[in-house]
């Protein structure tokens, strides 16, 4: 089994426990495997990024992955 880590927007809200809608479109990186591929769930769109993706915990490395999601800028100005 692939082991994923959110990043961008998910793991934006999981590390401030933003209190927030769900989002369209979630950005993992698939820490153990080369594999990249983007699959849709009911509504929502995961787009796998290879572990060569993985960024290091800091918040402004999230924000690669954000404007990949078109997350709004009031979301963004939360973790400014």
């Known amino acids: 089994m692939i082991k994923l ?3 961008g927007y998910e793991a934006l809200i999981l590390r401030y426990h933003l ?3 769900p989002h369209w479109h979630c950005s993992l ?5 080369h594999i990249q591929k983007i699959e849709q769930r009911g509504d929502v769109i ?3 990024y290879s ?3 993985a960024i290091e ?3 402004k490395k999230y924000f690669e ?3 990949d999601e078109e997350v709004g ?3 963004k100005s939360v973790i400014i």
């Open 29 to 33: 990186v698939a820490i153990d495997s």
């Open 51 to 53: 572990k060569k993706y």
């Open 5 to 7: 880590q959110p990043v």
């Open 46 to 48: 995961y787009e796998i």
């Open 19 to 21: 209190d927030t809608i």
């Open 73 to 75: 800028l009031m979301v």
């Open 65 to 67: 992955f954000l404007s």
């Open 57 to 59: 915990d800091k918040r």
